[in-house]
C-alpha cells in the first residue's frame, strides 16, 4: 500500500497529495475494496473515487479473474492478472434472501443471481457487485398482454461499460400461442418448433421491463438457460445443433452459422460453449475414450466456426492416472474423468481450464504444455472426488466500483 506513504509529513508526500492526477493514477490501480475505505479520506478522494469517469477507468484497467463456485457454494478466486491476487468475495451471503443465492452469470463484475431453490418459496433473480456488495431485487417481468402464468426459460445478463453505465437484463419467457401464431419466428430445424417464447428486456436505466420484439417459435430442445453474450448479441444452441441469436440493441432475432459438421457421429456431443476475451469457443468431444478435440472458434465476420486448437490431453493422463476409469462390464474400454471449465483467451494467453479428479489443471492451448493450479484439499479423497467433476462452475469476473 504505498499510499499509506502519504500521511507522511515528508515535502514529497505533500507533492502527492496536492497531485490530483498523479492520486487518480495511484488510485485507479488498487481493487475495489480498498477505494471503498478510502472514499473515507477526504472530501477531495470521495468525489473523485464516486465519479463515474473513475470507475470507467478503473474497470478498464482491471485485470480479469475466474470465480470458482462449487454446488456446496463455496467461491475461490483465481487471479489471470496483474492486480490483487486476494479473492474480491468469498460468498454472497450479503444478498438478504432466506433461501441462499447462487450465481447464474458473470458480466464485466456484475453478476447475476437468483434464489436458491427452496419448497414453497419462488425464485427471486439479483443483480449484484460483490466487490461492493451491492445488489438488486429485480421486479418480475410484466408478462404484459397475457394473464396465464409465465414460466422464465432463460435469463441473461449484459453489461459493457466501456459503452454505458446501464445493464439490461434479457428474459426469454412462455407467452401464449395464440399470439405467437400470427407471427412466429421459426428457425429451420428437424425438430418440431411449437413452443411460443416471447422476450423482455430490463433496464437499469428505466428500472422497467419492457417487451422485445415480436413472440416467437424456437426448436423444442432450445437451451435458453446457457445463452452466451458476444458482440452485443446472445447466443443460444440445442443439444441437436440447432441455434438462435438476439442482437440486443437491435431487438433482432437471428441463427448462427451452422456448427462444424460431424459426420461420424449421428448424435452431437457439445461440452463447451462460452466466450472469451471477444471470442466465441464451442467444444464437442466425440467418443468417452478419446483424449483429442478441438476448440472451434467463430470468425470474426461471422461466417463460420474455425477449428482453432487441436488438444491433446493425453500428457496429463499420463501424469495423473486418475482420470482412467473403466466401465465396469468391460475391462477393455477406458474413460477419462475431466470437465472444461474455461477457455481464457486473450493477447498473452489462451488456456483451458480443466477440473480432473482432485485437481484443477491449466493447459496452454498454443504450446500444448500444462501445470497444475490448485488442490481440492486434504478432505477430498479419490472415492468421491469423481463426483465432484462437473459440479463446478468458473464465471469471469473483473473488480468494479459499477452500480447496480
Ligand atoms: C431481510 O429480508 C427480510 C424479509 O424480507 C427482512 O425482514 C429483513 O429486515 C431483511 N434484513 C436486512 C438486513 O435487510
Ligand atoms: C458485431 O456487432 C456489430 C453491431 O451490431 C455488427 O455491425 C458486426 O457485424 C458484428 N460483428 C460480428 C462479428 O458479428
Ligand atoms: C476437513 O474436514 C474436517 C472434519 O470434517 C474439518 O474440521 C476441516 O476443517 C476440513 N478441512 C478442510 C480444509 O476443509
Ligand atoms: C469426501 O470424502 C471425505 C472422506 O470420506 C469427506 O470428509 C468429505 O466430506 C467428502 N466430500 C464430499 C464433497 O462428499
Not at 457454494?73 to 492486480?83: E, N, P, Q, T
Not at 443439444?239 to 441463427?255: K, Y
Not at 471449465?341 to 488456456?351: N, R
Request: proline content about 5%; charged content about 15%; hydrophobic content about 35%.
Amino acid at each position: 500500500m504505498v499510499l499509506l506513504l502519504c500521511w507522511d509529513p515528508l515535502p514529497a508526500a505533500e507533492a502527492v497529495s496536492g497531485n490530483q492526477d498523479l492520486i487518480t493514477d495511484i488510485l485507479l490501480r488498487l481493487p475495489v475494496k480498498s477505494l471503498l475505505r478510502f472514499k473515507c479520506v477526504s472530501k477531495q478522494w470521495l468525489s473523485l473515487i464516486s465519479d463515474p469517469q473513475f470507475s470507467r477507468l478503473h474497470c478498464s484497467l482491471a485485470s480479469a479473474g475466474i470465480i470458482l463456485c462449487q454446488t456446496t457454494g463455496l467461491i475461490d478466486h483465481i487471479s489471470c492478472g496483474r492486480r490483487n491476487s486476494e479473492p474480491p468475495f468469498t460468498s454472497l451471503s450479503f444478498i438478504n434472501d432466506s433461501a441462499g443465492t447462487k450465481i447464474l452469470q458473470s458480466c464485466n463484475g456484475l453478476l447475476l443471481c437468483c434464489s436458491s431453490f427452496k419448497l414453497g418459496k419462488s425464485c427471486s433473480y439479483y443483480i449484484c457487485n460483490p466487490s461492493t456488495r451491492q445488489y438488486l431485487m429485480l421486479p418480475p417481468p410484466n408478462a404484459e398482454g397475457y394473464d396465464g402464468i409465465t414460466t422464465s426459460f432463460g435469463v441473461h445478463l449484459a453489461f459493457d461499460p466501456s459503452k454505458s453505465s446501464h445493464y439490461q437484463v434479457i428474459c426469454v419467457r412462455s407467452c401464449s400461442t395464440s399470439s405467437a401464431a400470427s407471427n412466429s419466428y421459426q428457425i429451420e430445424t428437424s425438430s418440431a418448433a411449437s413452443n411460443s417464447y416471447q422476450i423482455e428486456t430490463y433496464s437499469s436505466e428505466t428500472r422497467n421491463w419492457r417487451l422485445s420484439g415480436s413472440p416467437f417459435s424456437a426448436p423444442f430442445d432450445m437451451v435458453f438457460d446457457n445463452g452466451v453474450l458476444w458482440n452485443g448479441t446472445i447466443h443460444w444452441i440445442s443439444p441437436t445443433g440447432a441455434s438462435l441469436c438476439f442482437n440486443i440493441d437491435q431487438e433482432h432475432l437471428g441463427a448462427m452459422p451452422s456448427l462444424p459438421s460431424n459426420e461420424k457421429w449421428s448424435k452431437r456431443r457439445l461440452r463447451y460453449f462460452r466466450e472469451s476475451g471477444g471470442h466465441l469457443h464451442l467444444i464437442e468431444i466425440y467418443g468417452s475414450s478419446t483424449t483429442q478435440f478441438q476448440v472451434f472458434e467463430m470468425e470474426k465476420d461471422y461466417s463460420r466456426w474455425i477449428p482453432k486448437y487441436q488438444v491433446d490431453l493425453s500428457a496429463i493422463v499420463d501424469a495423473f492416472p486418475e482420470m482412467v476409469r473403466s466401465y465396469i462390464d468391460t475391462h477393455e474400454s477406458r474413460f477419462y474423468v475431466f470437465s472444461l471449465l474455461f477457455v481464457q483467451e486473450d493477447e498473452e494467453d489462451s488456456l483451458l481450464l480443466l477440473h480432473i479428479p482432485g485437481k484443477f489443471i491449466s493447459y496452454n492451448l498454443r504450446d500444448r504444455t500444462f501445470k497444475e493450479i490448485c488442490d481440492f484439499g486434504p478432505n477430498c479423497t479419490k472415492a468421491n472426488t469423481s463426483l465432484q467433476i462437473g459440479c463446478v462452475h468458473v464465471y469471469q469476473f473483473i473488480d468494479t466500483l459499477a452500480g447496480v
